[in-house]
């Protein structure tokens, strides 16, 4: 079992930065792939970014592609997800989520999210 709990997220204006938490409890926490998934108001879930269990690879999704940056910190149980040159559209509630490996053909366990808020 592996529970997880968001944090960082907040209002910002549009150009900002933010960097959210994601800190993972239970003993295998390393060994998972590890990812950040969004949903916007009125939008479907949607992948931002995913990193192994090693950091050694990380996907993104185009729309976050060379803004936002996935990173671990097993020694913490804690993944990363900085966020730079916000836009409005990235508003949204941000989840974490953990799976067996990449590519994920299914993701095991959620956070509650956190809300990003980004303003004009």
């Known amino acids: 079992q592996v529970q997880l709990v968001e944090s960082g997220g907040g209002l910002v204006q549009a150009g900002g930065s933010l960097r959210l938490s994601c800190a993972a409890s239970?003993?295998?926490?390393?060994?998972?792939?590890m990812g950040w998934f969004r949903q916007g108001p009125g939008k479907e879930r949607e992948f931002v970014a995913a990193?192994?269990?090693?950091?050694?690879?990380?996907y993104y999704a185009d729309s976050v592609k060379g803004r936002f940056t996935i990173s671990r910190d097993n020694s913490k149980n804690t993944v990363y997800l900085q966020m730079n040159s916000l836009k409005t559209e990235d508003t949204a509630v941000y989840y974490c989520?953990?799976?067996?490996?990449?590519?994920?053909?299914?993701?095991?366990?959620w956070g509650q999210g956190t809300q990003v808020t980004v303003s004009s």
């Open positions: 239970g003993r295998t926490y390393s060994r998972y792939a």
């Open positions: 990193i192994s269990w090693s950091g050694g690879i990380t």
């Open positions: 989520s953990a799976a067996v490996s990449l590519p994920a053909t299914t993701w095991d366990y």
